[in-house]
């Protein structure tokens, strides 16, 4: 009897113990991450804005933790590829990727690879928003974004404007600054890229282009570009004299391209909040500060749970928006 009850007594203790060992577990995790090589996914070619982002932010954090940090670059299906990899990647904190709004756009873009961005994948922090501006040729008529909402009035549909692209960041912000803001109807000319818009626009065969701060700069300081706004809160630090949406007078709009790390669904929320402590430690830097200045970027870093707000009003935005206007991904 007696052997029977210390029997029973050293199965309790043991299965005590088992039960402490895995509750200890994803702590033990969490302590000895990081202990290898930290992938960051990037869905564009290299030399973009957002990979000099990524290679920004992401040696600052080698520094820091002491492992390597390394750039994967998986362009194609307007970063759909890489996104897939990233959702099939292991949740342990050693896969992350640093996306744009496509991540809330694309499911609605492109149906042949299905996701969603608020159960996949898990947010980490928002790193940066980069406005997007509306510019004219500098010897246009027009010359503010009053005269372009007016010529549209007289005329719906008669102003043009070129974009990276359907589907594009700076698409879907003018759409929705045209539907929502202004209550216009401008007809959109799809481009491969914002270079050739550009050029077209400097040549004269498009009277206006939408895309990221950073592409106008060379030629708006060369005086062959004026910027008419730029769909953002606060003035573009690299392009001082350009109005805001709001000084344009449409207050209470605002659409940028935003770029923030997400981690695989099932990631440790202990290693989440390593990954947010060291990026919020690099967006810190005043080096970093300073070379995201230079893309027109204002460094932005949220928690998990604020990342996740944005990702969710994004995707309704986006998706309603998407719906109504039918737009299709190039």
Do not use: C
């Not at 805001?244 to 695989?264: C, D, N, Q, R």
């Not at 970093?288 to 204002?298: I, N, Y």
């Amino acid at each position: 009897m007696l052997s029977r009850i210390r029997s029973t007594t050293r199965a309790a203790a043991l299965l005590a113990a088992a039960i402490l060992a895995l509750g200890a577990a994803p702590a033990a995790l969490a302590q000895a991450y990081p202990s290898k090589t930290i992938r960051i996914l990037v869905g564009f070619a290299p030399g973009g804005a957002m990979d000099i982002v990524a290679r920004t932010v992401g040696q600052k954090i080698s520094a820091s933790i002491g492992q390597p940090v390394i750039v994967d670059n998986k362009p194609g299906a307007a970063s759909n590829i890489a996104i897939r990899q990233l959702i099939e990647s292991p949740p342990d904190g050693y896969t992350v990727m640093l996306v744009a709004n496509g991540l809330t756009a694309n499911p609605f873009l492109y149906t042949q690879q299905p996701f969603d961005p608020t159960q996949d994948v898990v947010p980490v922090s928002l790193v940066a928003r980069l406005p997007v501006v509306i510019a004219a040729n500098a010897n246009s008529e027009l010359t503010t974004l009053k005269k372009m909402v007016d010529a549209s009035k007289a005329r719906p549909g008669s102003v043009n404007y070129g974009s990276p692209g359907s589907g594009s960041t700076p698409h879907l912000a003018v759409e929705l600054f045209a539907r929502a803001a202004a209550r216009i109807e401008l007809t959109h000319v799809p481009y491969k890229g914002g270079a050739p818009a550009i050029a077209d626009v400097l040549g004269g065969q498009l009277p206006l282009v939408a895309v990221n701060a950073v592409e106008v700069l060379p030629q708006v300081k060369a005086g062959k570009l004026r910027v008419l706004a730029a769909l953002s809160a606060q003035r573009v630090s690299t392009l001082p004299d350009a109005p805001t949406i709001a000084e344009s007078g449409f207050p209470g709009f605002e659409a940028s391209v935003w770029h923030a790390f997400i981690a695989p669904k099932g990631t440790p929320p202990a290693i989440v909040a390593k990954l947010n402590a060291e990026i919020h430690k690099a967006l810190a830097d005043p080096e970093v500060k300073e070379r995201l200045a230079g893309l027109g970027a204002e460094v932005s870093p949220t928690t998990p749970q604020e990342l996740a707000t944005l990702v969710r009003s994004e995707y309704e935005r986006y998706g309603k928006l998407i719906r109504e206007a039918n737009i299709k991904a190039n």
